[in-house]
């Protein structure tokens, strides 16, 4: 079979404007990159119609190394629809070039249930990413200067200061830096460190903006630190908002693309769900929402993470209200939670196979939290076997769910017509009613309990001496009726990645906070979770290239 990135150069592609033209959008209100990409106005965002179409969620059991592929089944989805005659459209997350060049080499989809142009997304696609990479180290030269400057010296703390800089590439290196040595002309010297700019707040504050002027609030509202005297220092503070919002002045404008069959998709935004909100823009979603009747989107990492920020975070802040949710496993993943061995999870193993659907079951409990109904997508593979499919699908026929094979990654929309049926049945019937976990009004230690016994499972939370500080300050910040955003390994239920399954008899740990005051969340930060990752042994980028031609190998 051809690889991915052959596929997509292999594609025929379409002009943008005629992918505009099939939502009927006018060719006025395109803002072109290129022949293939265009940014589209805000203001074709329609409060009215977004209330009567229909978003479904794609979201994931515990994800596993060899990935389940939600993208795929998202883009799948979206051009199955398509063939039953739906209007649909996939909203989804633009790559970080992090992943691309680590461990991915790509996220765009794959095998025939793609996104493209395939190489433009996965690069630098229309510039958003460097937009709120400029926008955020305006921010980290502001405050610095402002140590500096004496005679406009907001005397801040820098023991206090938890901004930091982004750069869009996995440097572990860069994760703790001593910044301003070479003498006083030079700054303040002081430790300082890089996040990837996925785990921007900027780039949180993007995906929950709603307008422009919200945009600005939510820049003003960034906390940095605190003064000596102990008042708390904020962007707006530092007259930072109207030029950090003219860097982000067209990075705000959600991006439209195609899917490999000729569909049109939107991407916007891509925080990580491990320590951000892990969706799309709110913006993105309801244009989407006020193109077409069904808006496929996805949330990222397992349910625990991506899917319920996606319903306590997203939904809550936005009104949205989703339909029906899709959850995505394959065969190698339930042999992987069952405790299958690295070195055969290609290999039948039915007994694996039956103990890793206790991973899926907790997922698909969680979703009844949320009052929401789903399916299950089962990613079909060369090495499954029908016994164990059949093991899957009986399992959840015990909870009432449907599960059905997707074949979409060698199909393409072809092998989705069963699952695009079977969403459509589910938002026919009208079968969910979808609530948020928790009440925003509950004292912040509930909240962050309720997420972790009812989602992960555990029996309690323990804080450190640190987090324990940080909740009276969360308190007296004013910022305890803000949401919960946890961070934490997408690798497990609990917060140590070793504890693959449907782990029982455990407690979360809360090492410390971040507040996220821009965004409207605060961050619970559980075991060692990090902002900035580092490259794998074998870095994707090793495997890229390029000819004299300009074409790309290498992506995949």
């Known amino acids: 079979m051809l690889s991915d990135i052959e596929i997509a150069q292999n594609a025929p592609i379409k002009h943008i404007k005629e992918i505009a033209a099939s939502l009927n959008i006018s060719n006025d209100d395109l803002e072109y990159y290129g022949k293939y990409k265009a940014k589209l106005p805000l203001k074709l965002i329609n409060q009215e119609k977004i209330s009567k179409n229909h978003l479904i969620l794609v979201t994931a059991v515990t994800p596993t190394p060899a990935g389940e592929g939600k993208t795929t089944m998202s883009v799948g989805l979206v051009d199955g629809l398509n063939?039953?005659?739906?209007?649909?459209?996939?909203?989804?997350?633009?790559?970080s070039?992090?992943?691309?060049?680590?461990?991915?080499?790509?996220?765009?989809?794959?095998?025939?249930?793609?996104?493209i142009p395939m190489e433009d997304i996965n690069l630098h696609f229309?510039?958003?990413?460097?937009?709120?990479?400029?926008?955020?180290?305006?921010?980290?030269?502001?405050?610095?200067?402002?140590?500096?400057?004496?005679?406009?010296?907001?005397?801040?703390?820098p023991r206090s200061i938890t901004w930091k800089r982004v750069i869009d590439?996995?440097?572990?290196?860069?994760?703790?830096?001593?910044?301003?040595?070479?003498?006083?002309?030079?700054?303040?010297?002081?430790?300082?460190?890089?996040?990837?700019?996925?785990?921007?707040?900027?780039m949180a504050i993007l995906c929950m903006s709603q307008s422009?002027?919200?945009?600005?609030?939510?820049?003003?509202?960034?906390?940095?630190?605190?003064?000596?005297?102990?008042?708390?220092?904020?962007?707006r503070d530092l007259n930072a908002v109207g030029a950090m919002t003219i860097l982000l002045k067209d990075a705000i404008k959600p991006n439209l693309v195609q899917t490999l069959e000729g569909n049109p998709a939107i991407l916007h935004g891509g925080p990580f769900a491990s320590i951000a909100q892990g969706t799309n823009s709110i913006l993105a979603t309801k244009m989407g929402l006020s193109l077409a009747e069904y808006v496929v989107t996805e949330a990222g990492f397992g349910a625990d993470l991506g899917a319920e920020k996606f319903f306590d975070i997203k939904c809550r802040t936005s009104g949205l209200r989703p339909k029906a949710v899709v959850m995505?496993?394959?065969?190698?993943?339930?042999?992987?939670?069952?405790?299958?061995?690295?070195?055969?999870l290609d290999q039948p193993q039915a007994e694996k196979v039956l103990k890793g659907c206790e991973n899926l079951g907790?997922?698909?409990?969680?979703?009844?939290?949320?009052?929401?109904?789903?399916?299950?997508?089962?990613?079909?593979?060369?090495?499954?076997?029908?016994?164990?499919?059949?093991?899957?699908?009986?399992?959840?026929?015990?909870?009432?769910?449907?599960?059905?094979?997707?074949?979409?990654?060698?199909e393409g929309g072809r092998g989705m017509v069963e699952i695009a049926e079977e969403v459509r049945n589910l938002v026919s019937n009208n079968e969910s009613n979808f609530s948020p976990l928790y009440d925003l009004d509950l004292p912040f230690e509930e909240k962050i309990k309720t997420i972790a016994t009812k989602i992960y499972g555990a029996d309690d939370v323990a804080y450190s001496v640190k987090a324990k500080m940080?909740?009276?300050?969360?308190?007296?910040?004013?910022?305890?009726?803000?949401?919960?955003?946890?961070?934490?390994?997408?690798?497990?239920?609990?917060?140590?990645?070793?504890?693959?399954?449907?782990?029982?008899?455990?407690?979360?740990?809360?090492?410390?906070?971040?507040?996220?005051?821009?965004?409207?969340?605060?961050?619970?930060?559980l075991g060692e979770i990090m902002r900035m990752p580092g490259l794998p042994n074998i870095p994707a980028a090793e495997s890229m290239d390029i000819d004299e031609c300009g074409k790309i190998n290498g992506l995949s």
């Open 470 to 525: 940080q909740l009276k300050q969360i308190n007296e910040l004013g910022f305890g009726k803000l949401p919960v955003c946890m961070a934490k390994t997408p690798k497990s239920l609990t917060d140590d990645e070793r504890k693959i399954g449907r782990p029982k008899d455990f407690i979360i740990n809360i090492r410390e906070f971040e507040y996220a005051a821009g965004a409207g969340f605060v961050i619970p930060i």
């Open 97 to 115: 070039l992090g992943p691309v060049f680590g461990l991915k080499g790509g996220a765009a989809g794959g095998g025939y249930a793609q996104v």
């Open 83 to 95: 063939k039953i005659g739906e209007n649909a459209i996939a909203i989804l997350r633009e790559p």
């Open 169 to 202: 590439l996995n440097d572990r290196a860069l994760r703790h830096t001593v910044i301003g040595l070479g003498g006083n002309q030079n700054g303040m010297v002081r430790e300082d460190g890089f996040n990837i700019t996925p785990a921007s707040e900027i």
């Open 362 to 410: 907790k997922h698909l409990e969680n979703m009844r939290h949320f009052g929401m109904k789903a399916i299950v997508a089962i990613n079909r593979f060369p090495t499954d076997t029908a016994e164990e499919i059949a093991i899957v699908k009986d399992f959840c026929a015990k909870f009432g769910i449907k599960a059905i094979e997707s074949k979409g990654f060698a």
């Open 126 to 157: 229309t510039g958003d990413f460097a937009a709120i990479e400029k926008a955020n180290n305006l921010l980290a030269a502001l405050i610095d200067h402002n140590l500096q400057n004496s005679k406009r010296s907001l005397q801040i703390d």
């Open 328 to 344: 995505v496993t394959t065969i190698r993943a339930m042999r992987h939670h069952g405790g299958a061995k690295k070195a055969i």
């Open 212 to 235: 422009l002027d919200d945009l600005k609030l939510r820049l003003g509202n960034i906390y940095i630190g605190q003064t000596y005297a102990g008042t708390p220092v904020f962007a």
